[in-house]
């Protein structure tokens, strides 16, 4: 056996070892879920007190946003706001979500691709980028309204508080048709 290479990925590394296995015994076979790593401890992620605890936690955002920084009526309304920054950030949250939809809904599930980052390099780049757009169009948009560091909080809160506990529970082809739904709302109302 090998010694281990820490840069290495974990399924390049998995089937490493797997092949070196089975050099030494040809009779053994070798099935995928053990070739997966064991689940993290703690309760599955379709449980109820964990789908309790991201809909608390998209919930108590969602509030603060909406309620006590009065996001929704500021983006609409407000002189200070941007709007040619907001547009471009709209523009590349867009993408993100088409790249996201084709990678996992296409090539995942239609075409029968692992969706990994060795299989999608260039999607994967190509959407660490458009967030980063997205991410610094946004701070530029509403910064003159909240200030950097609340606007840093907003951006935080909304991508922790709301995308990745959403995405944390709710299947992919859900996700998408609500993200579809809620940006179609979103544009409809918006300037």
Do not use: C
């Amino acid at each position: 056996m090998q010694p281990l290479d820490v840069e290495q990925s974990a399924p390049i590394l998995r089937r490493r070892l797997a092949n070196d296995d089975n050099d030494t015994s040809s009779q053994q076979r070798v099935r995928p879920s053990d070739l997966l790593p064991n689940s993290p401890p703690g309760l599955p992620a379709r449980h109820p007190l964990n789908i309790m605890k991201r809909s608390s936690i998209i919930g108590g955002t969602v509030y603060i946003l909406h309620d006590k920084l009065n996001l929704f009526h500021n983006i609409l309304h407000h002189p200070l706001v941007s709007h040619t920054w907001f547009k471009v950030g709209t523009a590349g949250s867009i993408t993100v979500m088409g790249l996201k939809a084709y990678v996992e809904l296409y090539e995942g599930k239609r075409q029968g691709k692992a969706v990994e980052y060795e299989n999608f390099k260039t999607a994967t780049h190509a959407t660490i980028l458009f967030i980063l757009l997205s991410w610094i169009s946004f701070h530029m948009a509403l910064s003159p309204v909240y200030g950097m560091f609340k606007t840093w909080l907003i951006m935080v809160g909304f991508g922790w508080g709301v995308l990745i506990q959403a995405a944390l529970f709710i299947p992919v082809w859900i996700q998408n048709a609500i993200s579809f739904v809620f940006l179609a709302f979103f544009l409809s109302v918006y300037k």
